[in-house]
């Protein structure tokens, strides 16, 4: 049952973070930053949760991580930039 709120914890602080990714050209900085911002995070559920590092953890852990990400790229849509709303504007 902890793995399953964990899982369910790491799926849903990915949700986020996969939205702010999906904005970004591929391989940037930025890209990069909000794939592996998570991660401390995740570390720290595992920790404080007491599921620790086994091996079977990994895969669950991973697929509700990716799925966060994925999940948050394709259905969560952000606000448009401001820039882009006042260069339609001008026109």
Known sequence: MKIALVALAVFLLNLPFGALRGRERKYSFKWFLYI????PFVILLRIYSDIGFALYTYPILVGAFFGGQVIGRKFIKLKPQTASKETKDKQ
């Open 36 to 39: 592996h911002l998570p991660i």
